[in-house]
């Protein structure tokens, strides 16, 4: 780009990707067609699930990377969620986007979920000089369970492991920002049944999450995972900013709602916000209500993440 007012408006198109969809923020069902990756099913560790898509945008220069988790409770979806249209217009801004695959419980129970996550993360790492991507400006995005993983990752100390012979284990895990869509910062049943009601309390996320039985969720084992498990104990004045949306209403939601109804209520933004503006980390909250352009505003803030040169 020639200005960075090109740069800024072809970042609009751009961070569609990132635009609230419907139906994206739990199960996440609506399939994409998407175009073919430049590298497909790449295989980031051991495990059948444990691959990922690339598709590297067209550039002489290093371009930064969108790292893309599927929602589904951590029991279900898939990196081809991904809409081929925003992925598109992602590619014509000038940024490359990766989708990852995880493993699934009830196979595996926390840490595992996560672990793949800053796996995937590593490895796009391990990959910047031969897919030209810059490893300095990576952000994360995903809603729901993808959310939660993005944040737990963005929040926790780097995972890199300096003495490991596995070259991809010694990459840093730690990105430049992350954007979400209906993330729960914690899985914490009680934190949840506070912000969010009953009925998101009964939702099968905490016991699939962390491998806990139905009569186990209310016991020191649980609360113990809880904490370890939540992406806000991780919290620090040093981790990345946070762009935050969430479509679900604002009101209460009846505690004869349907299990895991609220499970993305807005009042778990406002207590992200919270959390993170006390430690003075950047945190765009948003919700449908707000008379305001939600791309403009991601846009707004992945811009000057991701291409700080073209904002200054």
């Not at 729901?144 to 944040?151: D, P, T, V, Y």
Request: charged share 20%.
């Amino acid at each position: 780009m020639n200005s960075s007012r090109p740069l800024m408006l072809t970042l609009v198109g751009a961070l569609f990707l990132l635009a609230p969809r419907l139906g994206a923020q739990d199960a996440e069902t609506e399939k994409s067609k998407l175009p073919p990756p430049t590298y497909a099913n790449v295989a980031y560790g051991p495990h059948e699930r444990n691959v990922l898509d690339a598709w590297l945008a067209d550039s002489t220069q290093t371009t930064p990377v969108l790292i893309y988790f599927h929602g589904g409770g951590f029991v279900a979806g898939s990196k081809a969620n991904l809409p081929a249209l925003a992925l598109a217009a992602a590619l014509r801004a000038g940024i490359s986007v990766v989708a990852v695959n995880y493993r699934f419980a009830p196979e595996v129970s926390f840490p595992a979920h996560y672990l793949d996550c800053a796996r995937a993360i590593q490895f796009v790492r391990h990959s910047a000089r031969t897919w030209r991507l810059d490893p300095r400006r990576v952000a994360l995005t995903g809603s729901s369970a993808g959310a939660g993983a993005s944040l737990w990752v963005a929040f926790h100390d780097d995972l890199a492991d300096p003495a490991s012979a596995d070259s991809i284990a010694r990459e840093s895990t730690r990105v430049t920002c992350v954007a979400v869509m209906g993330a729960q910062p914690t899985y914490d049943r009680r934190i949840i049944r506070q912000l969010a009601g009953e009925a998101a309390a009964r939702h099968p996320v905490f016991a699939n999450l962390h491998g806990l039985k139905p009569n186990e969720l209310e016991t020191e084992k649980a609360y113990k995972l809880y904490e370890q498990a939540a992406a806000i104990t991780y919290l620090t004045p040093d981790d990345p900013p946070a762009f935050a949306y969430y479509s679900e209403p604002r009101g209460p939601v009846p505690p004869d709602a349907r299990a895991g109804t609220g499970i993305h209520h807005p009042n778990l933004g406002l207590y992200l916000k919270e959390k993170m503006d006390a430690l003075g980390i950047e945190c765009v909250f948003l919700h449908k209500d707000q008379k305001i352009n939600v791309t403009t505003a991601e846009f707004e803030f992945l811009s000057r993440h991701l291409f700080p040169a073209a904002t200054k």
